[in-house]
């Protein structure tokens, strides 16, 4: 069966300091890749998504980044964070197809910027 | 744009009512609809997914509509119990014609408290 995993749980950061947020999806090969941020009083909102290593689109300008190192790997990053930053970044997952199809999703990454 | 509206934004019942949750869309061409429970500090669980062609799907206590034409989906929650409080997300996926995207947008949520 397929599993997702974010990490880590939970993060603290000061306002400018680096971010690296990781997602890895097992028992699945080529999967669509997705990160999603839901912040307090807001719905999700697609932050990247992407459908093969390397392949990343971006749907919000913003001072986050994504990368997509191996198949089965999605890294959120930033190099400053800032306050607005704050909220639950999920990562998701979906079988590439020709049609769209449910998306799953992990635990999640919950971000304070202080 | 596409534009989902979640109402209520929160709800709270007895056990064993039945109950209806609403999602409402701006852009009607969309490829589906889903639904997805989320607890407290956790990802989200899909429920349901209908495709654009159907008009409901079923899964257990829990019946989802689609009227696409009107905008309009339920998620109808039969016998509720205390497990079932979460909050609910409704989502649609555009189909990309019109000049509408295809990524999934998603309404703010549900939150049901069922009491015991």
């Known amino acids: 069966s397929q599993t997702i995993h974010q990490w880590p749980a939970t993060l603290v950061q000061p306002v400018g300091s680096p971010l690296s947020l990781e997602c890895t999806v097992e028992g699945t090969s080529n999967p669509n890749l997705y990160w999603y941020r839901q912040a307090a009083g807001r719905g999700l909102q697609l932050l990247f998504y992407?459908?093969?290593?390397?392949?990343i689109s971006s749907e919000v300008p913003q001072n986050l980044s994504a990368s997509r190192p191996q198949d089965r790997q999605f890294i959120l990053s930033s190099k400053k964070l800032l306050l607005s930053d704050s909220g639950f970044y999920l990562c998701?997952?979906?079988?590439?197809?020709?049609?769209?199809?449910?998306?799953?999703f992990g635990p999640g990454t919950r971000l304070t910027v202080l | 744009k596409q534009e989902v509206t979640q109402i209520p934004a929160a709800l709270s019942v007895p056990e064993g009512e039945n109950l209806v949750l609403n999602c409402s869309f701006t852009?009607?061409?969309?490829?589906?609809l889903q639904w997805f429970r989320q607890d407290p500090g956790k990802g989200l669980t899909s429920l349901l997914l209908i495709q654009s062609s159907q008009r409901e799907q079923t899964s257990g206590r829990l019946n989802a509509s689609l009227d696409k034409s009107s905008g309009r989906s339920t998620l109808y929650i039969a016998a509720s119990q205390p497990g079932d409080s979460a909050t609910y997300l409704c989502a649609v996926r555009g189909d990309g014609t019109q000049g509408g995207s295809e990524k999934l947008v998603f309404g703010k949520g549900t939150k049901l408290t069922v009491n015991p």
């Open positions: 992407s459908v093969g290593i390397g392949q």
């Open positions: 998701a997952w979906s079988v590439a197809s020709w049609f769209p199809n449910t998306q799953y």
């Open positions: 852009d009607s061409a969309i490829y589906n």
